[in-house]
């Protein structure tokens, strides 16, 4: 049974990552525009970078939670190469709780991207216009390597053909706002999967979900992997 699960900020939050949507949401009082699009960095890089910059030093100091190490038991414990993690989040929790391969779709705030050169790099450290690429030697300009408003994902072609071949889809802690992620749901569920999703609140996403089930994701997710690791592990 090939299972898909696409994560969003819901399952960082018990790790002490705020989510994007909610009343202290990550946005910090910034507009969208201005700190997560082409156009916003095009008019203020330092802003941008101090912004990011801050959300890397959080990550920095935070750990995975019990649903990301429960992903992490799930792939370990089920048929290699039949558990993919698909997620929306820029943090590196995940493979901190032992999944071995994560798809990021919107990209990673431990890398930086050289915008002359195109090559990615590991990013520790606080990023400025000061910064100067390791590979081609340009001085202001390396951006963070996540996905803006109006940037295509990354890895779509691969996300397309795991919808495809997905038995079960499972949906956590996202909101199901933005496309093209908000419409996996319904992928996989015309190419035959079973749909589940697992959020805080109450009441569903889509009506393509055959399954919701509403709590915390790192008591429920646990849960949910305990069942299907007793029934059908490898
Ligand atoms: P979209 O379908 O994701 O956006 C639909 C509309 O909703 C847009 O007009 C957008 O401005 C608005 N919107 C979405 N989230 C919002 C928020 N938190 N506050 C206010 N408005 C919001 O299409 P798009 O704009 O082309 O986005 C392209 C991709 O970039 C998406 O997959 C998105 O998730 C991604 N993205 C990633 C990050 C990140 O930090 N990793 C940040 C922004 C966008
Ligand atoms: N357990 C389970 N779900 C939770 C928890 C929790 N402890 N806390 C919050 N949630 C749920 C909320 O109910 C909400 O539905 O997580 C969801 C978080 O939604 P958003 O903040 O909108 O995050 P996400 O869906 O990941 O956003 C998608 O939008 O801003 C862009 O690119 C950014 O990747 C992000 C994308």
């Not at 100067?132 to 996300?159: K, N, T």
Request: net charge negative; aromatic share 6%; charged share 25%.
């Amino acid at each position: 049974m090939n299972i898909v699960v696409l994560t969003g900020a819901g399952i960082s939050a018990e790790s002490g990552i705020p989510v994007f949507r909610g009343a202290d949401g990550l946005w910090e009082g910034h507009r969208v525009e201005d700190v997560a699009t082409p156009e916003g960095f095009a008019r203020d890089p330092q802003r941008v970078h101090e912004f990011y910059n801050r959300r890397r030093a959080k990550l920095l100091e935070v750990e995975p939670n019990a649903a990301h190490r429960a992903l992490g038991r799930l792939a370990l414990g089920w048929r290699r190469g039949q558990v993919t993690v698909v997620t929306q989040n820029i943090d590196d929790l995940h493979e901190r709780g032992g999944s071995p391969e994560v798809i990021h779709m919107h990209g990673e705030l431990l890398k930086a991207r050289c915008t002359h050169c195109g090559v990615v790099t590991a990013c520790r450290e606080d990023l400025s216009r000061a910064s100067i690429c390791a590979s081609c030697g340009g001085i202001d300009c390396l951006r963070p390597h996540v996905v803006w408003f109006g940037e295509i994902p990354f890895h779509l072609g691969r996300i397309e053909r795991e919808l495809d071949r997905a038995d079960l889809f499972v949906a956590i802690g996202t909101s199901g706002r933005v496309y093209p992620a908000a419409g996996f749901v319904s992928a996989a569920r015309a190419a035959g999967a079973r749909t589940l999703e697992i959020n805080l609140e109450p009441g569903g996403t889509s009506p393509d979900f055959m399954e919701h089930r509403s709590g915390a994701a790192g008591t429920l997710v646990p849960e949910w992997v305990e069942e299907l690791l007793a029934h059908g592990g490898a």
